[in-house]
């Protein structure tokens, strides 16, 4: 029923910002009591937790990439956004957006985007 669709470049540029949007249909990114967050995974290693915006619009974020990323939403398009800033080769990843629910499982996926950051 609920399904999600990660948008945005394919390439970056080092030191630009990344940026996506995931779009979300069969449900309201403002159902409680739900998270929607972003997780990536480069090649040949595991997946990466990267932040979520809450229901009611709180925002969380990796200690590790929190000086980074920034996770904000449109609630009329029904849409949420990444921008990562300043990124390096090593941000080369697939990156995908998935639902949280309360009890911290992830219920559903979007397919993922490779991002490749090169000049």
């Known amino acids: 029923q609920v399904q999600l669709q990660e948008s945005g470049p394919g390439l970056v540029k080092p030191s630009q910002t990344l940026s996506l949007t995931c779009t979300v249909s069969?449900?309201?990114?403002?159902?409680?009591?739900?998270?929607w967050s972003w997780i990536r995974q480069p090649p040949g290693k595991g997946l990466e937790w990267m932040g979520a915006?809450?229901?009611?619009?709180?925002?969380y974020y990796s200690p590790s990439l929190k000086s980074r990323t920034s996770i904000s939403r449109d609630t009329s398009k029904n849409q949420f956004s990444l921008q990562l800033s300043s990124v390096t080769p090593e941000d080369t990843a697939v990156y995908y957006c998935?639902?949280?629910?309360?009890?911290?499982?992830?219920?559903?996926w979007g397919q993922g985007t490779q991002v490749t950051v090169s000049s």
């Open positions: 998935a639902r949280i629910t309360v009890a911290g499982s992830y219920d559903y």
């Open positions: 069969g449900g309201s990114i403002t159902t409680s009591y739900y998270y």
């Open positions: 915006i809450a229901y009611e619009g709180s925002n």
